[in-house]
């Protein structure tokens, strides 16, 4: 993965969530485009995490470690297929 992917995926019109599946096995769920950041090596996120005084953390994602990008389907269409 390259940033410039990145950027194409966090563009498109309307926006398609999606899910960042490192090569550790750990996946990250990206709902909405404000919550990537595009840098020059990763891909920054900033996630919930009610355990968290602040509200969120962030998760630098290498584009080395990425392993696939899976879009996610609104819910109403994953209980269709």
Same mark, same amino acid.
């Given at each position: 993965?390259? /940033?410039?992917? %990145? =950027? #194409?995926? &966090?563009?498109?019109?309307? %926006? #398609?969530? %999606? $899910?960042? !599946?490192?090569?550790?096995?750990?996946? +990250?769920?990206?709902?909405?485009?404000?919550? /990537?950041?595009?840098?020059? =090596? /990763? &891909? !920054?996120?900033? &996630?919930?995490?009610?355990?968290?005084?602040?509200?969120?953390?962030? @998760? %630098?994602?290498? +584009?080395?470690? @990425?392993? #696939?990008?899976?879009?996610? $389907?609104?819910?109403?269409? =994953? =209980?269709?297929?």
């Amino acid at each position: 993965m390259t /940033a410039d992917t %990145f =950027r #194409q995926i &966090l563009r498109r019109a309307p %926006f #398609q969530p %999606f $899910r960042v !599946v490192m090569s550790s096995g750990e996946g +990250y769920n990206v709902m909405h485009p404000e919550m /990537a950041l595009v840098s020059g =090596r /990763a &891909l !920054v996120l900033s &996630l919930p995490e009610p355990s968290s005084a602040e509200g969120d953390r962030l @998760v %630098f994602c290498s +584009y080395l470690d @990425v392993a #696939q990008v899976e879009e996610l $389907r609104p819910p109403a269409e =994953r =209980r269709a297929s």
